[in-house]
């Protein structure tokens, strides 16, 4: 199975940005990825994923407009951009991966693999 290494997180102030990276340890034209994040106390949630071939992406209501997923499929790497962040965003995000169909993400649910997780931090 392909393994995932997130990086990028940090702390910011409300209103700033970060880009999360998720490298993939193989070649992931098989696999839709995705980001998920989990604050303390609560349950993990989808945030984006992102469809290697049609590129079509779907995004949690609580993000979309904000975030951005893109993968770069040539250095196997998934990204996020993070705009106008709030403090709900602070969590720990993770990247994982699910077998894609041919145009379509598995929903949220069926994702695993998931990477160790990169902590994201916004303070108000």
């Known amino acids: 199975a392909v393994q995932l290494v997130e990086s990028g997180g940090g702390s910011v102030q409300t209103g700033g940005s970060l880009r999360l990276s998720c490298a993939a340890s193989?070649?992931?034209?098989?696999?839709?990825l995705g980001w998920f994040r989990q604050a303390p106390g609560k349950e993990r949630e989808g945030v984006a994923t992102?469809?290697?071939?049609?590129?079509?992406?779907v995004y949690s209501n609580s993000v979309k407009d904000r975030f951005t997923i893109s993968q770069d499929n040539a250095k196997n790497t998934l990204y996020l951009q993070m705009n106008s962040l709030k403090p709900e965003d602070t969590a720990m995000y993770y990247c994982?991966?699910?077998?894609?169909?041919?145009?379509?993400?598995?929903?949220?649910?069926?994702?695993?693999?998931w990477g160790q997780g990169t902590q994201v931090t916004v303070s108000s």
């Open positions: 994982a991966a699910a077998f894609r169909s041919m145009r379509s993400c598995p929903p949220f649910e069926r994702f695993g693999n």
């Open positions: 193989a070649d992931t034209a098989n696999y839709c």
């Open positions: 992102i469809h290697p071939r049609t590129r079509s992406t």
